[in-house]
């Protein structure tokens, strides 16, 4: 069976003023532009992963877009320099990822913006596939978008001769794990691949749908040992995604649009988008047996889907205030949490909705004072979901400051993504 084809695309960065936090924002044009074409499309999320990111993609698209925009700062970052240098983050990304494609000889295009980006790198392309249009719209561009896709598969071919002459027996496979990594056929590094199913946006340059993914979770991710990569709500490619991935992180709620009077719009026809996709990729991980976590919305929808029932706007049916608090929550003894932080824990609080009747393959593991269920396992199989977002908890702006350290837990899904991955080429 042919291994599907896969391209990245880079999207771009900015403040959401609502929220006060920094997103990373892909449009949806080009993925599904893709996937007509019958490759599978996944946007990298940490430049510092570029090499991992190149050598699990066949080709990559740096897109047009716009510069950050300027909006108030706010909490929820790796470290204080993040303040200082999520202005560069898109550069710094591209550049890095484009540095690992020309060491690996993989086609590249870069439209509008992203053509500027190989225009600077124009010393060291060498015999490189590069691919450029000075915007994204017109018969250049889907002139060169042609020739990219006819690069990406005739690279892929090429490669595929190359490993095909290379014999590997059983005794040959690498099989140690360690502790953030596992060995491919080759015997090289692997970082556990956890797929990230965004929430829905608009673009800030054409205002045209998007998918974004908060930089508090990529990295509570990467921090873990994990390679964080954002999925496109690519409804029939659910099946390829959990093939590619070993593991899946339902987000919580959130959106995106350039002004408040898209909102609207967005809600209408973007946010029953998701809830469709985060559905049916849940189903494919699910059946593929591969480890699931639910955070807040996630935690939510996944009891839903297993049969369970939800509490809407709880505070005004019982009079108890769970959006923007922090309080303890208690955990079950013999539970997976139980073992990663004891009885107790300190979190924030986010959520007008709540777990009301438990799904029967679920068994709930932390309960806060006033009885809401703030954390659910499987009985069975490795899925564990929490109300609560430990990916704010983490770094030097904890929420809530005095927040139990969420890395355990991360730790946790992402060894448990190294136990049940697969191994890829």
Not at 56 to 85: E, I, M
Not at 201 to 222: C, E, S
Request: net charge negative; charged share 20%; proline share 6%.
């Amino acid at each position: 069976m042919l291994e599907t084809l896969k391209v990245l695309v880079t999207g771009e960065e900015g403040f959401d003023p609502l929220d006060g936090t920094a997103n990373h924002v892909v449009r949806r044009h080009w993925a599904n532009q893709f996937d007509a074409a019958g490759i599978l499309t996944l946007a990298p999320l940490e430049p510092k992963l570029a090499k991992a990111y190149a050598e699990l993609a066949d080709g990559l698209l740096l897109p047009d877009g716009a510069p950050l925009h300027r909006a108030r700062f706010g909490g929820y970052y790796t470290n204080s320099q993040d303040l200082l240098a999520v202005s560069g983050r898109r550069d710094e990304l591209e550049f890095a990822l484009l540095e690992q494609f020309l060491a690996q000889g993989k086609p590249v295009l870069g439209l509008g913006r992203g053509a500027s980006v190989l225009d600077a790198a124009s010393s060291a392309r060498n015999s490189q596939p590069f691919f450029t249009a000075a915007t994204e719209e017109g018969r250049e561009a889907q002139a060169r978008f042609d020739d990219f896709i006819r690069a990406v598969r005739d690279h892929s071919h090429t490669r595929t001769e190359i490993s095909s002459q290379t014999v590997t027996t059983s005794s040959s496979v690498g099989t140690s794990i360690g502790n953030t990594a596992s060995h491919n056929i080759a015997g090289s590094r692997h970082l556990p691949r956890v797929l990230l199913a965004g929430a829905p946006a608009y673009d800030r340059l054409g205002r045209k749908p998007a998918v974004l993914i908060n930089h508090t979770y990529v990295a509570a991710l990467t921090q873990a040992g994990g390679l964080p990569l954002l999925a496109f709500p690519l409804i029939e490619q659910a099946d390829a995604y959990a093939a590619a991935a070993d593991a899946l992180l339902l987000t919580g709620t959130a959106m995106f649009a350039p002004s408040l009077d898209m909102l609207p719009q967005l809600l209408a026809e973007e946010d029953p988008l998701r809830n469709r996709f985060d559905e049916t990729i849940y189903r494919a991980f699910k059946q593929a047996g591969k480890p699931i976590l639910g955070i807040c919305l996630g935690h939510q929808v996944i009891n839903r889907y297993e049969g369970g029932s939800l509490r809407h706007d709880f505070k005004l049916r019982d009079g108890v205030e769970h959006m923007g608090t922090a309080h303890t929550v208690s955990v079950e003894a013999g539970s997976i949490l139980h073992q990663l932080f004891g009885e107790e824990l300190r979190v924030n609080s986010r959520h007008n909705d709540r777990v009301d009747h438990i799904a029967p393959t679920l068994r709930p593991s932390a309960f806060s004072p006033d009885g809401v269920v703030e954390a659910l396992e499987h009985r069975h199989l490795p899925i564990l979901t929490v109300q609560w977002h430990p990916e704010r908890s983490r770094g030097d702006q904890p929420e809530p400051f005095d927040a139990t350290d969420p890395a355990p837990l991360f730790r946790h899904f992402v060894n448990c993504a190294i136990s049940h991955s697969t191994f890829h080429s």
